[in-house]
Nanobody
Framework: QVQLVESGGGLVQAGGSLRLSCAAS????????MGWYRQAPGKQRELVVS???????NYADSVKGRFTISRDNAKNTVYLQMNSLKPEDTAVYYC?????????????WGQGTQVTVSS
């Protein structure tokens, strides 16, 4: 079972920045995709950004130009740099990884890290 551990969340004022980290227990290059999702109170979990093994990215329109995903293969860690934060970015942020096992795609989730943006 893949372990994903997020960190870096916290309380920040609007316009500020945070960097989230997702440390994986296995080599991240083994994953088909890695990404970040978020869930605000009373709302469904939504995609923030995903990245394929080849480096292609898919950002939610709401974060384009403000958030950047990156990875450090040597550290088996994926990052989410969040700039120009808005109160509507407040949510629990989850790391997700997918890979193919026994001809089926399997997903793993982290426990989440809270991001709160004050106005």
């Amino acid at each position: 079972q893949v372990q994903l551990v997020e960190s870096g969340g916290g309380l920040v004022q609007a316009g500020g920045s945070l960097r989230l980290s997702c440390a994986a227990s296995e080599i991240i290059f083994s994953f088909n995709t890695m990404g970040w999702y978020r869930q605000a109170p009373g709302k469904q979990r939504e995609l923030v950004v995903s990245m394929t093994r080849g480096g292609s990215t898919n950002y939610a329109d709401s974060v384009k130009g403000r958030f950047t995903i990156s990875r450090d293969n040597a550290k088996n860690t994926v990052y989410l740099q969040m700039n120009s934060l808005k109160p509507e970015d407040t949510a629990v942020y989850y790391c997700r990884a997918t890979r193919t096992m026994f001809s089926a795609e399997r997903e793993s989730w982290g426990q989440g890290t809270q991001v709160t943006v004050s106005s």
